[in-house]
């Protein structure tokens, strides 16, 4: 097992694929178990729908912490345009779709300030978040202050149509838009940042504009996740982001990307996404009490560090050994 673990890891993000896996297994087992008969479309679809936001969110963070940095703003940007969203997305026709751009170029712009003041400002990635964090989340209370709001049902039916798998089409658009991103100039220069700051710089990579390039993109898929949110609950919630600034630092880690930077890829955190998803589905059908459930949830991830961490360290016996 160790050596397939090396073997996956130092590849594309493997290990995020690893527990994938078994969470689909065990997701499977407890279910049967539990209601004896398969999961239905419909249990499939649910599963889909809940779990974009967090792909969405765990993407961009993916994209921070390949340059080495960290995001803990990002609860803060998905509670604010949650809370646009759910009180200015309304009408019908294309007027919703419209005001849906407004907020996702509004998310793209707090994470712009960001990386303005982590690269122009060479603060602490994790100060500065932490510090943009509490003013995105005071304004989404300011604009949301109790939950409520609405979205049309136009847009629910293009986002996440309750009757039609709508999700796997904007899932396939988020994974092809990191194999695309990935290739590009911008996407190379990410991990390099992420690798060796100084010798990036020196081979006239310039850190900040990439450093400032990716908190905008993270910004906007913490956007992207808030309008999937507000599509599947119906409804908005100023405090709807706060679950996503661990869950999607939780993703990136079972997902296989490297705090240090520079190592994974975005696909990997999208598995941990989903791995973390079915994980609450499991403890439900397993009829664990939902007081206990984020102590099994921390469990999981200690679990899939130390995996990653064993998987790290075979891995880098096999090259000494080469």
Known sequence: MRDLIGRLVPTQAGLGYIVLVATAAAYLIVYTSSLGRFPTSFDYLSILNTMLPLVFVA???SLVVLTGGIDLSVGGIVSLCVAVTATTVTGTGIAPFGWLIVVLVLGAACGA???VIVAAGRIAPILATLATLSIFTGLALWVLPVPGGSIPSVVR???SNPNVPTGLIWLGVAIGGWLVLRRTRFGMRIYAVGSDETSARAVGVPAGRVKLGVYALSGLCGALASVFYVSTTTAGDANAGA???LTSIASVVVGGVAFTGGRGSALGAVAGAVALT????VL???GIDPLYQSLFQGLFLVV???LGTVATLVA???RAAA
């Open 59 to 61: 993407i961009g963070q």
């Open 113 to 115: 300030i960001n990386g």
């Open 157 to 159: 039916n293009v986002l």
């Open 243 to 245: 679950p996503f600034i």
């Open 278 to 281: 079915l994980v609450i589905d």
């Open 284 to 286: 439900f059908f397993a």
């Open 304 to 306: 899939a560090v130390l």
């Open 316 to 318: 880098r016996r096999r």
